[in-house]
């Protein structure tokens, strides 16, 4: 086993932490897949307003690539398709109904073909960029994650002592992907995981943003020019290993309900893209709180839970403020601009890969992207900067800022 201790990081504490004891199962009418969450998929539709699906089923696929498919997570009906700008798949919404999911030969298909005719393979994602990885390439190296330090986070270690057997199972399999190694990046007290000369486990120390996919693989193997990282949730590898063993996708994960808003933070087991009302059905307190998908540094409001998100954050809702016009004329009022940044130690500590932090955040902040990129941008992705732009005040969102960036880098490549 490796250990590596990250000496930066900021201890973030909120009220409304879940226990590990008990895990709940709410009643989930509703779930919506977004388009946005599958970046570099340009969907084409398999399903249409009115159909019926099961667990599994093909739901739409890459137009550029018809390998890549993304599965239904529930059985149901598709009660909405809703197409965005670009004639984008904005979401889709399935209505949640009992029906026998759909079997799949796993002893007729290799790894990478199961992946994808599954639709698993979805959950992975190819660094730099942050695109759903091509089938056709094979990474440097791969990252699975199987700890969590954002406040409220579910312990992956809990997850992976109860399911052991498809966790191996899911771990051996996906060294078929790759020619380097496997990391398995875990905290300190996750059981032991099964080595080999491709699998080595990291036992990962310190402060928020310890266990980000940033932090872990800048860690322990920097991306490097030319090369392509792959990273995958010890959630997707142990629903990987169960599709191994049984035959059949289980679309269920294990997420946390954290924040002060909860009547009782609780750990519960729902349907990937299950609608937050359904979710927290009768757990909020009185009073007004913003329901988030995701941790609550780094969270946003949506009204399901988010692909790759594997917490819901109940948080205070701020009082609406009246923002005086900064000119006379109705039509001419313009929003206030953000604060200048103010270099100070937190926003130093809050970024986990080891890059000039403040001269990266201005390049940011003023769209130089040659500069952008000179001082680590396409090592990152927006999860690595929520840290940041909560240490900086929040005024600029940096992650939204740094995929600006990484768009022009790409497009440019």
Known sequence: MISK?????????????????????????????????????????????????????TLFSDRSCPEIKVASPVAGRISEIVIGARRRLASMTIEVEAAVPIGFETERLNTKELLCESGLWAGMVARPFGSVPDPSRRPTALFVSAIDTAPGAPDPGRLIHENDE???RGIEALTNLTDGPVFVCVDQNTPNIPENRRVHTVAISGLHPAGTFGTLIDLVHPLHSGGEIWQI????????????????????????QCGPGLKVPQLVQVPMGAHLVDMLADNVADGRWKAMSGPPVGGFESAALRRNHFQVSVLPRPEPTAVRPRRWLPGNTKPPNPDALIPNRAVDL??????????LLRALSVGDVETA???????LLEEDMALVTYAAGGQQDFGMLLRRVLDQIEEAA
């Open 166 to 168: 498809n966790f191996a």
């Open 5 to 57: 201790r990250f000496r930066r990081g900021l201890a973030i504490s909120i009220d409304g932490v879940p226990g590990a004891d008990t895990v709940v199962s709410p009643p989930v009418k509703h779930v919506t897949l977004y388009g946005a969450d599958y970046r570099g998929v340009h969907a084409n539709l398999s399903v249409a307003e009115g159909e019926r699906v099961s667990v599994g089923t």
């Open 350 to 359: 809050a970024l986990g890969p080891d890059v000039p932090v403040v001269p």
């Open 373 to 379: 990129d000179r001082l680590g941008a396409r090592s």
């Open 233 to 256: 949730h010890a959630q997707d590898v142990i629903a990987f290993g169960h599709l191994l063993t049984t035959g059949y996708v289980s679309g269920e994960r294990i997420v946390g």
